[in-house]
């Protein structure tokens, strides 16, 4: 079924600790919604802290996920672009297009979870699926009525990722993984004084 792949998408986000209650509802919800795009089949979506076991080695883990991910939804914030992992998940999955000779991309579902000011011009040239509005802090965001809407707008995402998920490419076992450097980095804007 998976023919070399193991996941249909790699969930790729900045770890903070006033963010993980909603990366936890957000993962869950996508997984539901694109399981149900998928025709019923399970959607399988790597999520390092449902994916990484006990004693596993994460450096290696997420290489290995990458490898065998068939596309990446990254939750993109200024933050996202300052983290050396983040940003090679993100080279990993661009440099795929290449060797996969997309011409037009297509392996990367961004969601915009900030206003996009400080992201690099690279990543402001892709389409996004904005979900800014709904990015909160607060650890019961799921159970609000923001929520309802949220979920409506996560269930729309679901249908355009269905698509990159089928017409990702075949599986190659030689897909590299991009060690970013630091200056992959966007520069940092300072603040205008009053």
């Not at 698509?163 to 075949?170: E, F, L, N």
Request: hydrophobic share 40%; aromatic share 16%.
């Amino acid at each position: 079924m998976f023919d070399g792949y193991q996941y249909d998408v790699f969930l790729s986000y900045r770890r903070h600790k006033l963010t993980t209650h909603w990366i936890e509802g957000f993962q869950d919800r996508l997984t539901y919604w694109l399981t149900q795009e998928l025709g019923g089949r399970d959607a399988r979506v790597f999520f390092d802290i449902d994916s990484i076991e006990v004693g596993d080695h994460w450096p290696n883990a997420l290489r290995e996920a990458l490898k065998t991910s068939r596309c990446m939804v990254g939750l993109w914030s200024s933050d996202y672009f300052r983290s050396r992992w983040c940003m090679s998940e993100w080279r990993s999955f661009l440099e795929r297009e290449k060797q996969a000779g997309l011409q037009s991309g297509g392996l990367v579902a961004p969601i915009k979870c900030h206003d996009g000011e400080y992201f690099p011009i690279e990543a402001r040239s892709i389409q996004q699926f904005d979900l800014s509005q709904y990015w909160y802090t607060v650890s019961n965001f799921w159970e609000t009525l923001r929520a309802v809407e949220a979920d409506e707008s996560l269930k729309k995402f679901a249908k355009h990722l269905a698509i990159i998920v089928h017409r990702a490419p075949s599986f190659n076992p030689n897909w590299r993984v991009i060690e970013a450097s630091p200056e992959q980095f966007p520069a940092c804007v300072p603040l205008q004084r009053l």
